[in-house]
């Protein structure tokens, strides 16, 4: 199995493009999650879909928008790029247990490396 | 900003020798869970606490979660080249829904 499947792994944007990350999950998990990794700064979270068919703010969501395609799929876009969105993205899931998705553990995709000029 | 704060944020060690990361929360945690990152990887889940006072091991490693519940620690007996990466901690507020993760604590092993 594959698990979590992040496309793509490397890009160079200029500032003012817009691009679409892909996110794939194989594990029939319900929760799905996109977290940016700067130096210092550990995880931030994104935004994040308890389930098919939500999905919520995060701790850093200005200049970003996500669609929870159906359930295997979560997706991020960046409308128009800026220098301060280069970072490390990765895209997590989990099962959702008794009513919550933070307390099982996520299964991360390799990352998506994105560096804007 | 972080509500849970990790330390320290750098270690290097000789091999062989000892490793702790400490995570602290002003506020009491449902749960905590600790990840390792590899150099150029993706974090890894190694384990959840949930107990007040729960002690787990894996091999070397020993984690514990504190009696309060707003404290964790990792410790590493007799680190090893394999252990180097980064080691994060994430929390879930009591009363919240979401994981907290802490900035992580970056191990570099000196053989």
């Known amino acids: 199995n594959a698990g979590v499947t992040q496309t793509p792994k490397f890009q160079v944007l200029k500032t003012g493009q817009s691009m679409t990350l892909q996110c794939a999950q194989d594990m029939n998990h319900n929760s799905m999650y996109w977290y940016r990794q700067d130096p210092g700064m550990g995880l931030r979270l994104i935004y994040y879909?308890?389930?098919?068919?939500?999905?919520d703010k995060g701790e850093v969501p200005n200049g970003y928008n996500v669609s929870r395609l159906n359930k295997r799929e979560f997706s991020l876009r960046l409308e128009s790029a800026a220098p301060s969105q280069t970072s490390v993205y990765f895209c997590a899931s989990s099962e959702y247990y008794r009513g919550s998705m933070s307390n099982q553990p996520q299964h991360f995709g390799d990352g998506t490396r994105l560096s804007i000029l | 900003g972080q509500q849970v704060m990790q330390i320290p944020q750098y270690q290097h060690v000789q091999e062989g020798e000892d490793f702790t990361t400490y995570c602290n929360s002003s506020?009491?945690?449902?749960?905590i869970q600790w990840y390792k990152q590899r150099p150029g990887g993706h974090p890894v889940f190694l384990i959840q606490l949930v107990k007040s006072g729960e002690v787990k091991k894996q091999k070397r490693l020993t984690f514990q979660f504190g009696e309060a519940k707003k404290n964790s620690s990792l410790h590493i007996t007799a680190t090893q080249t394999t252990d180097v990466g980064t080691y994060f901690c994430?929390?879930?507020?009591?009363?919240?829904?979401?994981?907290?993760f802490g900035a992580g604590t970056i191990l570099r092993v000196k053989s």
């Open positions: 994430a929390g879930t507020m009591e009363y919240g829904n979401k994981l907290v």
């Open positions: 879909s308890a389930s098919e068919g939500t999905t």
């Open positions: 506020t009491t945690l449902s749960n």
